[in-house]
């Protein structure tokens, strides 16, 4: 599910100046908005729940205190993402990203018989998590552009101006990112 | 065979995504029927584009909603920030290079401008500044000669002995020789966004115009026309 696509459209701009005065509702009306957004890309960047769902927290207060000097130069989207990028990034830097390396998640061979009985549900858990797994295996900077545009739903342009990057640039990377996730799984069709 | 059209592998992920421009998929799917290993490469990405449509979206088990409240009550009144909210003026230039990329942008800037009146004719943005550089201004400087030059605009002209697509941006780098084969001086040359112009072939001789610059970085320490602004194929 794309977390863009469940939000409805509102206009925004009132509410962000209402929030840069303020008004705690609106305020978190825009945290409310963003918030399963952000998380995902904090998640993905740090891979631990418990310090996503921490440096979810530093990212919004940060978001609150920098609003007033937001100056509709950039959508508030591209801000706050990039407010979000970078604040994982200073997290790494002081104590390095948790990392389960794929393999761990494998087992042996009898876990994923094919001819178990597995419940469904549990089989597709196991799916999901075995694509989280190798998306956490890229690359920091190849997973930031696949997180953005795969399940937060940003455009080119979009992720291009989070990144400060070209959209060339964005494209590149999405290959590289698409080609990696590929050569990673395809061993594990049989699985999938 | 080895396809050389980087510029269309780029493409590849917007093509994927439905955001690629009407004209550049038709470029794209004409290559395709012809290019058994673009086709080939693009399979696999497509699973790999069908892999991470199924990426598992998280949301967090507890809302700090709460937690941030009492965070933002906790501290002191927020100021308005004087200073401009931009990041831009963190990226200053240092003062000679400034001075080219200065002369470069508003080239490129008029190269656009031109280009709004030609844009429902396909026409690559590489002729577009062909058209706009005049290249009598561009300084002719040998490979060997390269450290002597102090203008920012040049022409050099050489053999390219190696092509390579930056893994960290896309942007295409050649190296230009002016001998194949054998160790000697050498310029980097970088094809960058948004200047589109096709990889020359390894083992062509070029003329290569653009802005001159010298690259100080640890593991690097070579001279360099970056951004190229055009290529004349001699002989390919």
């Known amino acids: ?192 | 065979m080895k396809c050389l059209r980087i510029d269309l592998r780029r493409t590849f992920s917007r093509y994927l995504n439905g955001e690629l421009e009407s004209s550049a998929v038709r470029r794209l799917e004409d290559h395709l029927i012809d290019c058994g290993s673009c086709r080939t490469r693009l399979a696999r990405l497509r699973n790999g584009h069908r892999l991470a449509q199924e990426m598992p979206a998280f949301i967090p088990e507890r809302d700090p909603w709460a937690a941030i409240e009492a965070a933002i009550d906790s501290q002191p009144d927020r100021a308005i920030d004087p200073r401009p909210a931009s990041n831009w003026s963190r990226h200053f230039l240092k003062p000679g290079f400034a001075l080219a990329v200065i002369g470069v942008t508003a080239l490129i800037a008029a190269v656009l401008v031109a280009s709004a009146g030609r844009a429902h004719r396909e026409e690559p943005s590489g002729q577009l500044i062909a058209d706009a550089l005049d290249l009598k201004e561009f300084e002719t400087v040998n490979i060997a000669d390269i450290q002597e030059n102090l203008k920012p605009h040049v022409m050099t002209e050489g053999y390219v002995s190696e092509v390579r697509l930056s893994d960290e941006d896309g942007d295409l780098t050649f190296k230009l020789v002016d001998e194949l084969g054998r160790p000697g001086p050498f310029i980097i040359c970088e094809i960058i966004d948004p200047i589109k112009l096709a990889a020359p072939s390894v083992g062509s001789r070029v003329r290569v115009y653009g802005v001159s610059r010298y690259d100080g970085q640890a593991g690097r320490n070579w001279y360099e026309v970056h951004p190229v602004l055009n290529i004349e194929v001699v002989r390919r």
């Open chain 1, 1 to 192: 599910m794309k977390v863009r696509e469940s939000q409805p459209e509102f206009e925004e701009r009132s509410t962000i100046v209402a929030a840069q005065q303020g008004d705690r509702e609106a305020f978190r009306a825009l945290y409310e908005r963003y918030r399963d957004g952000v998380y995902n890309i904090i998640f993905y960047s740090m891979g631990d729940e418990l310090r996503a769902e921490d440096v979810l927290q530093i990212v919004f207060v940060k978001i609150y205190r920098g609003l007033p000097s937001f100056r509709f130069e950039a959508s508030l989207s591209t801000w706050i993402y990039r407010i979000a990028l970078n604040e994982c990034l200073n997290q790494q830097r002081r104590s390095g990203a948790l990392h389960i390396p794929f393999e761990a998640l494998l087992g042996s061979d009898e876990e994923f018989d094919s001819g178990a009985a597995a419940d469904r549900r549990h089989a597709e858990g196991e799916r999901r998590e075995i694509v989280h797994r190798a998306v956490m295996e890229l690359p920091p900077k190849l997973r930031a552009v696949v997180v953005l545009k795969y399940l937060d739903g940003l455009s080119y342009e979009e992720i291009a101006a989070v990144l400060e990057c070209s959209i060339g640039t964005v494209g590149s990377r999405l290959n590289r990112a698409l080609s990696q996730l590929e050569a990673r799984l395809s061993p594990l069709r049989r699985l999938l």
